[in-house]
């Protein structure tokens, strides 16, 4: 979704996954990349409806243990019905393993899907312990679900909800990683959650995607107007963003460079960091803008400024305050899960944003096709997404 956006370029055009669709916003509804989404991630829910039927059913678990994975299941299948919602629109909110039943589900409205992401959030909340148990961050503990109900309530616009939720996350964690060069090492203070590589000595796939040293790029690239939006002095620009200049001086390009590995090292040194607390005080800035606590977000906002070496923000009205959020999530969030796009979205921005720069933006761009195999198995899903 950074090709969806303004944030990355993409130049290996003759490649299968046709990435390029994405830059040109020219998608359509056979796209192999959106049916591999919805695949993806309703099979990932059935798996862990699978957890949840069995764990229930278990006469050998330990109490302790039904929780921990049952609160595990439950997260994991909110969070991802979150992804789906704000990518696909109306969908189906899947909770059974039953194969007659859920080949005929049907799309349901956004503000319900919300209300069962919620639902399920709290009870994962209720149910996790509040001490990570792996030691490194990488299995849901209590702090992973609030940050994530912090970002649903803020995504439904309950703003006192997501305050208070981000609020939570914000006085169990305290202050962010000082060292921006530290923020996305494994051992990072502010990192909420994790994933560990699958094997050790292995990095992110983010650092091998996104790290290039020979130019022109031979896949994916920093938009210029990234690179142009940050302010003169944000440290966020030298440490977490890289320039590669051809032979002659005479082009440059630029990657993210948050993850400084592209490759194996003895021992791992990064995990691919999935919440932060960077953004669960901009979660809570925003929702004190909106609850008119104008001094609280301008506190907030500030945190992740003077991290990032800059004056506090100047921004004292609503607009402003929103305009000035937007900004510092711009900078603080690019190339990590789709921030961009979906801020862009819920702010009511994508059109007056992308349209200028994306020759083929239409206003039915703001969500993606339902894939048309999906459509062709259940006609409940029908219709369409409008556009396609």
């Given amino acids: 979704m ?53 764990v229930e059913s278990s006469l050998d678990l330990t109490l302790e243990d039904k929780n921990q994975f049952k609160g595990e299941a439950l997260f ?11 990518l696909f629109g109306d969908i189906p909110y899947v909770t059974e393993t039953d194969y007659l039943v859920n080949r005929d589900v049907k799309r349901a409205p956004r503000a319900l899907v919300y209300s069962h992401i919620i639902r399920d959030l709290n009870l994962a909340v209720d149910l996790l312990p509040d001490e990570d148990i792996s030691g ?3 299995r849901p503990y209590a702090a ?24 939570r996350v914000v006085t169990k964690f305290g202050s962010l990683e000082p060292d921006l060069n530290k923020v996305f090492l494994k051992e990072a203070s502010g990192t909420i959650w994790q994933f560990k ?14 790290i290039f040293t020979t130019v022109p ?33 005479t082009e440059t390009w630029y990657h993210a460079f948050k993850y400084k590995e592209s490759g194996n090292t003895d021992s791992s040194l990064e995990y691919s960091v999935q919440l932060r607390l960077a953004e669960l005080y901009l979660i809570r800035a925003e929702a004190r803008a909106h609850l008119g606590d104008i001094s609280g977000a301008q506190a ?30 711009r900078v603080e969030l690019f190339t990590e899960q789709g921030h961009r796009w979906f801020d862009l979205k819920r702010m009511g921005k994508a059109a007056e944003i992308l349209a200028p720069i994306k020759p083929n933006w239409k206003d039915t761009h703001i969500l993606l096709p339902v894939p048309d195999l999906e459509l062709t198995l259940n006609p409940n899903l029908l219709p369409q997404n409008e556009g396609y």
């Fill in 217 to 249: 790029p031979f896949d994916v690239a920093m938009n210029d107007l990234l690179f142009d939006a940050f302010e003169p002095g944000d440290l966020r620009q030298s440490s977490w963003i890289k320039e590669v200049s051809n032979a002659t001086n």
């Fill in 197 to 210: 590589p699958n094997a050790d000595g292995n990095n992110t796939g983010e650092g091998k995607r996104f």
């Fill in 136 to 138: 490194e961050r990488i």
């Fill in 2 to 54: 950074g090709l969806y956006t303004d944030e990355l370029d993409y130049y290996l055009l003759d490649r299968e996954e046709a990435l390029e669709n994405y830059q040109n916003h020219t998608v359509q509804s056979d796209d192999l990349i959106v049916a591999d989404l919805w695949d993806s991630a309703y099979t990932q829910i059935y798996t862990v409806n699978g957890v949840i039927t069995n």
């Fill in 300 to 329: 907030d906002i500030n945190v992740v400024r003077n991290r990032a070496g800059l004056n506090n923000t100047t921004a004292i009205t609503l607009d402003e305050l929103l305009d000035a959020i937007l900004q510092e999530r």
């Fill in 76 to 86: 994991v299948r909110s969070y991802l019905h979150l992804l789906l919602v704000e």
């Fill in 144 to 167: 992973v679900a609030e940050a994530v109900l912090a970002r649903a309530y803020l995504y439904s616009q309950q703003w006192d909800l997501a305050e208070a939720m981000a609020d």
